[in-house]
């Protein structure tokens, strides 16, 4: 169990930095024909989403035994995984989409219900980063694999985005 403690997600609701702002980018996403909007986050080694989010969309889909049985949070907590399971991520209703596997946690308070971790950014590739755009730090996210994908990204605080 040791040797997965290496395995982590970060937070999105409590933030402790000087310029005070918590927005993430958000991508949109269809996982099993559902859109869903996911917080990308390059720190996160796997890709995550609360049991209560894959009840309602995953019918049908049995989770396997998880490789990984728990993750470690950025703030060092630990949290069991429940199960996962494969598919085909798409970032666009015309995307191919990247095969992964998505972990399935309890649901934590406050925290986004799906987290994109590093490993779809590298399954498809990926290029991320900031643009100026009218006087403003733009997010883009790029897929080159097994397409290209211009990604439909949000910059936001969590709270704006789901309240």
Known sequence: M??????SATATSTVYNISCSDK?????????????????DSGSDVTLMHFSLFKRICKGIVLQK??????????NNGIKVSGMFKCLLKFGTDHIGISCIIYVIPDV???AQFLVG???????????GFKRNENINAPFLVFTKPEICHCILYHESPSKLFT
């Open 66 to 75: 998880s490789d990984v049985p728990f993750i470690t949070t950025f703030s």
């Open 2 to 7: 040791a040797g997965y403690s290496k395995f």
């Open 24 to 40: 993430k980018v958000f991508a949109v996403t269809f996982v099993n024909k559902f859109r869903v909007i996911g917080c990308i």
């Open 109 to 111: 308070q406050d925290q």
């Open 118 to 128: 590093q490993n779809v950014l590298q399954e498809g590739e990926s290029t991320m």
